[in-house]
């Protein structure tokens, strides 16, 4: 729910992170060494922004799960809201060999989610670059998406027509 309101009250949203931590806690007590523990709770610190604990929670992940995209694919991220571009790219690649699909609409959101967060922070050219490029694979999975869903329905549907008016903001 907090990654998809981005206007959130901050006193609802500081409420729904301590509810999360806390089962998150509760749930590492029972089982300390199931990844998908690790990814929750560095899902979480990614919502947030506090990319420095993602990273240390992608790190306890792999150091459990070495083989588990998921647990990449939170390191990926994380990297990226840190600034260590090329750490991620490698990153991503290793996510993608063990079984993420980093090219899908979520994790195209996801990178969105960050790339947009460091170029509102920086203002820096490259990373509004990124995001246009994101958009326009968002735009072509939508196509896939409408072609595919007019062939099965047999009637017209229309395109989301967001992520052209983004990447024309961007």
């Known amino acids: 729910y907090i990654e998809s309101t981005p206007n959130i009250d901050p006193k609802f949203k500081a409420e729904l992170n301590k509810e999360a931590r806390s089962a998150i806690k509760k749930a590492k007590e ?23 604990k993602a990273e240390e929670q992608a ?5 459990i799960a070495p083989n588990k995209g998921e ?35 979520r994790a195209i959101g996801q990178l969105i989610n960050v790339y947009g967060n460091l170029a509102r922070k920086t203002g820096e050219k490259k990373y509004y670059q990124n995001l246009a490029a994101l958009y326009q694979k968002l735009i072509k999975l939508d196509k896939e998406r409408v072609k595919k869903a007019e062939e099965i329905r047999k009637i017209k549907i229309p395109e989301n027509f967001q992520y052209h008016a983004s990447l024309a903001y961007i």
């Open 30 to 52: 029972l089982n300390p060494k199931r990844p998908d523990i690790f990814i929750a709770l560095a899902g979480n610190y990614l919502i947030n922004k506090e990319y420095q």
């Open 59 to 63: 790190e306890q992940c792999l150091n």
């Open 71 to 105: 647990c990449w694919w939170a390191k990926t991220l994380s990297l990226i809201g840190l600034k260590k571009i090329p750490e991620s790219i490698k990153a991503m690649e290793i996510a993608n060999k063990k079984g993420y699909k980093t090219e899908a609409k």
